[in-house]
């Protein structure tokens, strides 16, 4: 994802002469491109989030098109107040990209996990919540939220995550997309963890259940008639993200469902424990030890259909 | 020329009474930079009230947003706000909160979390920059709010960016909210700080019109670095029994007290 990112925002910088990629020291040579075929548009802030965040809230109100870039915790909760008030308060067009989200970077401990950034950044008025699930959405998801012109925040894996989808879909934010078809159960698959639901569903597939996978890149606004077809429709809803259970897109349907009194009991939440993941090893190791491994996703939504 | 110093006078007594109005704290900080504000909108910025959105228009963040009365004077008398409209400072349906709110013409960022203003204000300079325009951009931050580790942060950028563009100014009134700003962290020497970390300084007297001036007139892309403005001041100045008394950072003027005030400001 993160090379999909570069090689975005150097393409999107044709289209957007006002684009301008703020860096919090780090990519090292991953944005070499994008200074050359866009000088004077590429500003490493330092260690200094606070101050991006400021920086590009003044660029934005001057007219520019500002990108923020830093790994996901420090550029989301670091500068949470600059989010808050230089960006989401204007309504100004910045895009936050943290990269390295969820447990990304499961083995560097958890001063580098982000885990509660989807909750925070989705409480913020004016913000959009968006996490693309594949190399192909991170282009998709960037192209859309400059098109866009409001405060989004875009959570980003690391590098190396499969291209999912086989043809480019349509990208819509706040509009899941359908990437496997199914009757029975829903799961509802956020950023890069659409590679693991599509396994659970062939694993429920091998079972003789149908599911349906939707990657659920956008978390603000929800997707409301999906969500409404969904709870109307299937057995299950299950939400899978790389995020706490506090707070997060199941969170985030929850306050839906409550509001709209669709049946509750269909929903089935995968994510990370309300605690510090220590010891956790590598990003395959986290994910079994929070219960977000393909088997043990199948097993839970196979037990709640006494199957 | 306009009466820099009526002007400040009239200033003066608009936040006095706004802040009677509306039962409202920080009477003692908005008059500390008074006559800073008086020369910047009656002589330095170059502005266009019909066109708040006007491009080439001068930036001014009042980072030290508690001092917003100050602020709302100015730009009634520039003409972005009506005079009566000051009336509804602090109250239901109006957009003159206690802290300026980004939605009034002539507000260019959401300030009163201190720390804020020299980043944002340091954006725009650099936006000038790319956009290859000739603005130039203006921040006034407290002394109290130089504890608070983003403005050094900022600093740091526009002094790496050599943004010759930006003229910030300390309030120096010796105060925070609960002490002697030099005694709450250790801010001396603040001109020395500033200058360590690459910037242009000058060390005035923040109540000479003449001096603030003379501290301004060189911004510019060209000066290649940005401008740090320490101006000494009196938190309160202007009125003598507020001036340099700490508990007029939270009172609230009293009628007997305005009436005293217009006396001292010589409108009665």
Request: hydrophobic content about 45%; glycine content about 10%.
């Given at each position: ?260 009194g669709v049946d509750l009991t269909k929903l089935v939440c ?38 | ?267 009665q």
């Amino acid at each position: 994802m993160r090379n999909a990112f570069a090689k975005a925002v150097n393409e999107l910088g044709d289209e957007y002469s006002h684009l301008v990629l703020l860096s919090g020291d780090i990519g090292n040579r991953m944005f070499d491109g994008f200074k050359e075929r866009h000088p004077g548009r590429f500003y490493n802030c330092g260690i200094a989030e606070a101050g991006m965040a400021g920086i590009a809230s003044g660029l934005a109100s001057c007219g520019l098109r500002p990108i923020t870039y830093t790994i996901t915790p420090f550029n989301t909760m670091r500068c949470l107040e600059q989010i808050r008030l230089d960006i989401c308060y204007g309504d100004l067009p910045v895009i936050i990209v943290g990269t390295g989200s969820g447990l990304s970077y499961a083995d560097l401990g958890p001063t580098h996990h982000s885990m509660e950034d989807i909750a925070i950044m989705r409480v913020l008025p004016n913000m959009h919540v968006v996490c693309p699930a594949d190399p192909m959405e991170v282009r998709l998801a960037m192209k859309s939220a400059l098109e866009l012109g409001r405060p989004t925040y875009i959570r980003l894996g690391k590098k190396g995550e499969p291209v999912v989808h086989d043809v480019e879909p349509a990208f819509e934010i706040g509009k899941g997309i359908t990437v496997r078809e199914g009757s029975q159960v829903a799961i509802l698959s956020v950023g890069n963890m659409l590679p693991v639901a599509m396994q659970c569903a062939e694993q429920m597939h091998a079972k003789g259940i149908s599911v349906r996978v939707v990657s659920l890149h956008t978390i603000k606004p929800l997707d409301a008639s999906l969500l409404a077809s969904l709870f109307a429709e299937y057995e299950l809803v299950a939400v899978v993200e790389e995020h706490g259970l506090i707070g997060g897109a199941g969170s985030a349907i929850l306050e839906w469902g409550c509001d709209r009194g669709v049946d509750l009991t269909k929903l089935v939440c995968f994510g990370g424990a309300d605690r510090f993941l220590t010891a956790c090893g590598n990003q395959h190791e986290a994910r079994a030890a929070q219960g977000l491994a393909p088997e043990q996703i199948t097993q839970k939504l196979c037990n709640r259909l006494g199957k | 020329m306009v009466d820099l110093k009526m002007l400040a006078a009239s200033l003066r007594l608009k936040v006095v009474e706004m802040a009677h109005n509306a039962k409202a704290a920080h009477v003692a900080s908005a008059l500390s930079c008074a006559d800073v504000i008086a020369t910047l909108y009656g002589a330095v910025l170059e502005l266009d009230p019909d066109k708040p959105d006007w491009a080439m228009r001068d930036r001014f963040i009042l980072s030290k947003g508690h001092a917003a009365a100050v602020l709302y004077a100015a730009l009634s008398y520039k003409g972005y706000i009506a005079e009566i409209d000051l009336a509804g400072y602090g109250r239901e349906g109006s957009l003159l909160e206690q802290h300026p709110c980004p939605k009034l013409p002539g507000v260019e960022a959401a300030t009163g979390s201190l720390g804020h203003g020299l980043a944002c204000g340091s954006g725009m300079a650099l936006a000038a920059r790319i956009k290859g325009l000739g603005y130039r951009t203006f921040v006034l931050l407290g002394d109290g709010e130089c504890n608070e580790g983003s403005v050094w942060e900022a600093a740091m950028f526009a002094a790496a960016n050599g943004l010759g563009n930006l003229c910030a100014f300390v309030d120096f009134n010796k105060w925070q909210a609960t002490g002697r700003s030099r005694e709450v962290l250790a801010l001396d020497p603040l001109a020395e700080k500033f200058r360590s970390f690459g910037w242009i300084v000058h060390e005035i007297d923040g109540h000479d019109y003449g001096q603030i001036l003379d501290a301004v007139k060189d911004i510019s892309a060209d000066a290649g670095r940005p401008t740090m403005v320490v101006a000494h001041t009196v938190k309160g100045k202007g009125v003598s029994f507020m001036e340099d008394d700490n508990n007029w950072h939270y009172r609230v003027p009293t009628v007997e007290e305005i009436a005293q005030v217009k006396t001292e400001l010589g409108f009665q």
